[in-house]
T-cell receptor
Framework: NAGVTQTPKFQVLKTGQSMTLQCAQD?????MYWYRQDPGMGLRLIYY???????DKGEVPNGYNVSRLNKREFSLRLESAAPSQTSVYFC????????????FGPGTRLTVT | KNEVEQSPQNLTAQEGEFITINCSYS?????LHWLQQHPGGGIVSLFM???GKKKHGRLIATINIQEKHSSLHITASHPRDSAVYIC???????????????FGKGTKLSVKP
């Protein structure tokens, strides 16, 4: 099993450009999450998908959109990148239910100039 | 005030030392997680606990629900333990929860040979 994979690993964008971060998991997990990690702050939830076909906003959704393409894939789109979106983005997934832990992808380091 | 506070922020230890990292939280929770973020950026789950104590190898995690406090201990520390250790809680009364976590800012541990 590859676990949770993310592409790309690194990306540099100019202000106003758009891009999509891809996430896929092969563990048959129901729930998937997108987080951002900034220096001096804890991980913050951008969007999550409790199951295929549903998505919900997290703590910091502004400037982002998501698509739960199928059970395996959950993508994060920046329509018009801003320097404030410079961050490391992590995707995570888990089985439904409170007793299960989240599994994280390797992260995408995004710089917006 | 952050809902999840970790201390210390940074910790340097000599190989072999006993290490304690603390986590305090201010909300009612159904579970607490300890995660490890490697220098390369990857995040793995170490423990999930809702009461008492768990042990895995040289790592021990304890939680006191009444005091809203958890500790992560590392016995006989080794340079390979150098990482950021992150505490995260799952609030017990979180609207539309679906397993959403609140993360601490992390404790950066460096173990010197």
């Amino acid at each position: 099993n590859a676990g949770v994979t993310q592409t790309p690993k690194f990306q540099v964008l100019k202000t106003g450009q758009s891009m999509t971060l891809q996430c896929a998991q092969d563990m048959n997990h129901n729930s998937m999450y997108w987080y951002r990690q900034d220096p001096g702050m804890g991980l913050r939830l951008i969007y999550y998908s409790a199951s295929e076909g549903t998505t919900d906003k997290g703590e910091v959704p502004n400037g982002y959109n998501v698509s739960r393409l199928n059970k395996r894939e959950f993508s994060l789109r920046l329509e018009s990148a801003a320097p404030s979106q410079t961050s490391v983005y992590f995707c995570a997934s888990k089985l439904a239910g409170e007793v299960y832990e989240q599994y994280f992808g390797p992260g995408t380091r995004l710089t917006v100039t | 005030k952050n809902e999840v506070e970790q201390s210390p922020q940074n910790l340097t230890a000599q190989e072999g030392e006993f290490i304690t990292i603390n986590c305090s939280y201010s909300v009612g929770i159904s579970a607490l997680h300890w995660l490890q973020q490697h220098p390369g950026g990857g995040i793995v789950s170490l423990f999930m606990l809702s009461s008492g104590k768990k042990k895995h190898g040289r790592l021990i995690a304890t939680i006191n629900i009444q005091e809203k406090h958890s500790s992560l201990h590392i016995t006989a520390s080794h340079p390979r333990d150098s990482a950021v250790y992150i505490c995260a809680v799952k609030p017990s009364n979180y609207g539309g929860s679906q397993g959403n976590l609140i993360f601490g800012k992390g404790t950066k541990l460096s173990v010197k040979p």
